[in-house]
């Protein structure tokens, strides 16, 4: 089992800058890619910005350009940089994990409690 647990949240006008971390605990070498997601208020959660285990990053379009995500395995975390926010992204970010489990299948049930993400006009 993994842990998972969001920092940096916060209020920020729109064109500011967050930066969110995620800590992992638990069966951290099971680890796999981590990731971001988010959801706003009466939407579905969404993609935001994947990184595996040898650094390659995936990004959703609507974020390209202006966020960036790392990781840094010796400390078991993951950060997404956001750089030019704006009122759309507005959300609750969610750390997610994919972890190998004994039986040899990977799974992405591993979620944190989320961190707000509030920009204002």
């Known amino acids: 089992q993994v842990q998972l647990v969001e920092s940096g949240g916060g209020l920020v006008q729109t064109g500011g800058s967050l930066r969110l971390s995620c800590v992992a605990s638990g069966r951290v070498p099971s680890i796999g890619s981590m990731g971001w997601y988010r959801q706003a208020p009466g939407k579905q959660r969404e993609f935001v910005a994947r990184i595996t285990s040898g650094g390659s990053t995936f990004y959703a379009d609507s974020v390209k350009g202006r966020f960036t995500i790392s990781r840094d395995n010796a400390k078991n975390t993951v950060q997404l940089q956001m750089h030019g926010l704006k009122p759309e992204d507005t959300a609750i970010y969610y750390c997610?994990?994919?972890?190998?489990?004994?039986?040899?299948?990977?799974?992405?049930?591993?979620w944190g409690q989320g961190t707000q993400v509030t920009v204002s006009t």
């Open positions: 997610n994990a994919a972890v190998l489990s004994d039986a040899g299948y990977w799974s992405n049930d591993s």
